[in-house]
């Protein structure tokens, strides 16, 4: 069974603090790793993604990759009431040529004005 | 870049109808493109998956004679849902993907069944 599993929350943070957002996977053949944003009642956005382990930065976004830990983090630097939402953490499946991503449960992240 | 539209984006249908949901990549082509559905306080749920020119993946517990899916070109993929009941309502969204695994989701079609 090829599982995403993150913390469903709410997790609630105050604006400008930095908020931490964690996902293991399962399947030790993923290659592919991605966060999609999800506000209530709208469709899925990709926010970032990452291949390789360590960190990569865009913006105030930071995903971070532990291949080894099959842990991959999205970090949110100087939180705005804007990032309240529902973070989806999604793995491609590791089958060659299969384009095909497991998505995680979401963790539902609230910023306090 | 990687825009997806989906049309309709709400659409209300008596049981026993059928539904036709577009799905289109607007500023690229996509060989390959999902659709999902998702109920409340859930998350995305993979229905099939969709290959232009072939016949679609569905996956375990989908019934492919229900939820009739069409790719016949590189920015075109349908989804009918046919007789639809009340527990077809529910949120729709089809995703393409542009670079390697990206998938790029289109606004979502939100479906509910009189």
């Known amino acids: 069974q090829k599982e995403v599993e993150q913390n469903s929350g709410p997790l609630s943070v105050p604006e400008g603090a930095i908020a931490s957002l964690n996902c293991t996977y399962s399947d030790r053949g993923s290659q592919s790793f991605f966060w999609y944003r999800q506000y209530s009642g709208k469709s899925p956005e990709l926010i970032m993604f990452i291949y390789s382990n360590g960190d990569k930065e865009d913006g105030r976004f930071t995903a971070q990759l532990n291949k080894a830990s099959q842990y991959v983090s999205l970090l949110i630097r100087d939180s705005q009431p804007s990032d309240s939402a529902t973070y989806l953490c999604?793995?491609?499946?590791?089958?060659?040529?299969?384009?095909?991503?497991?998505f995680g449960k979401g963790t539902k992240l609230t910023v306090n004005p | 870049g990687a825009v997806v539209s989906q049309h309709p984006s709400r659409v209300i249908c008596k049981s026993g109808t059928s539904v036709k949901i577009e799905c289109r990549s607007l500023?690229?082509?996509?060989?390959?493109m999902f659709w999902y559905r998702q109920f409340p306080k859930q998350s995305l749920m993979l229905m099939a998956t969709?290959?232009?020119?072939?016949?679609?993946?569905?996956e375990q517990g989908v019934e492919k004679d229900k939820f009739l899916i069409n790719h016949a070109s590189l920015t075109l993929s349908t989804l009918t849902v046919t007789s639809a009941h009340p527990e077809d309502s529910s949120f729709y969204i089809c995703?393409?993907?542009?670079?390697?695994?990206?998938?790029?989701f289109g606004p979502g079609t939100r479906l509910t069944v009189t």
């Open positions: 969709s290959n232009e020119g072939s016949k679609a993946t569905y």
């Open positions: 500023d690229f082509q996509a060989t390959t």
């Open positions: 995703s393409a993907t542009a670079v390697a695994y990206e998938q790029y």
């Open positions: 999604a793995v491609n499946i590791g089958r060659s040529g299969s384009e095909k991503l497991v």
